[in-house]
């Protein structure tokens, strides 16, 4: 166990709505980073959040955000869902972003179908 | 241009034997970080182990060694006395320290056979 939750596990939504995943950090940890797993694929950065500003982002376009709170919980908001932002999205935080062996502990995920 | 390069897909290997799991990566940046990622079907990401560019000896956790050959940037996982429980897609990833995201090779699917 790594004491990252993600919710919800599951969700199904349709072409255009628009989907909010969220994110509980391990404890004490500040920073948390976002990923998209596309099937049969690695895991692609989307973003990173450190004390709740944005620090970070992957190639991934606007409709994608997300926000950080001030007790490090975190969601990832997705706009105008498109077929293919159907994927596996993980959340994974990390004590502090300032040092060198900065391990990243990831929740289960939650797999989004859009159709 | 890719940089984590896992170039096995797949591996079936018998229970109790060693596996080596191959990751070369590609970087300009002097410090970087390796890691290794387990992802059983149940989607989570298990960190396995860490190597640091500038550690001077192989890291070591348990059952799972790093073989660091840093002049070859190559990163291979050793999992000795292997168990059905490793059964599971294994990551490689790299993070340099210019930089705060993880990339992540495509992965190899291991199979433990009884």
């Known amino acids: 166990e790594t004491g990252v939750t993600q919710s919800p596990t599951h969700l199904i939504k349709t072409r255009g709505q628009q989907v909010t995943l969220r994110c509980s950090s391990q404890?004490?940890?500040?920073?948390v980073s976002w990923y998209q797993q596309a099937l049969g694929q690695g895991p692609q950065f989307i973003f990173q959040?450190?004390?709740?500003?944005?620090?970070g982002r992957g190639n991934f376009p606007p409709r994608f955000s997300g926000l950080q709170f001030p007790n490090y919980s975190s969601e990832l908001n997705v706009n105008a869902l498109e077929l293919d932002d159907s994927a596996l999205y993980l959340c994974?935080?990390?004590?502090?972003?300032?040092?060198?062996?900065?391990?990243?502990?990831f929740g289960a995920g939650t797999r989004l179908s859009v159709l | 241009a890719q940089k984590i390069t896992q170039t096995q897909p797949g591996m079936f290997v018998q229970e109790k034997e060693a596996v080596t799991l191959d990751c070369t990566y590609d970087?300009?940046?002097?410090?970087?970080?390796l890691f290794w990622y387990k992802q059983p079907s149940s989607g989570e990401m298990i960190f396995l182990i860490y190597?640091?560019?500038?550690?001077?000896q192989n890291a070591t956790e348990g059952r799972y060694s790093l073989n660091f050959q840093k002049a070859r940037k190559s990163a291979n996982l050793v999992i000795s006395a292997s168990q059905l429980g490793d059964s599971a897609m294994y990551f490689c990833?790299?993070?340099?320290?210019?930089?705060?995201?993880?990339?992540f090779g495509k992965g190899t699917r291991l199979h433990i056979l009884p």
């Open positions: 994974a935080s990390s004590l502090d972003r300032e040092r060198v062996k900065n391990i990243q502990y």
């Open positions: 404890s004490g940890h500040n920073t």
């Open positions: 959040y450190y004390r709740e500003e944005e620090n």
């Open positions: 970087t300009s940046d002097p410090s970087y970080g």
């Open positions: 190597q640091g560019s500038y550690d001077q």
């Open positions: 990833a790299m993070r340099e320290n210019r930089d705060d995201k993880i990339i």
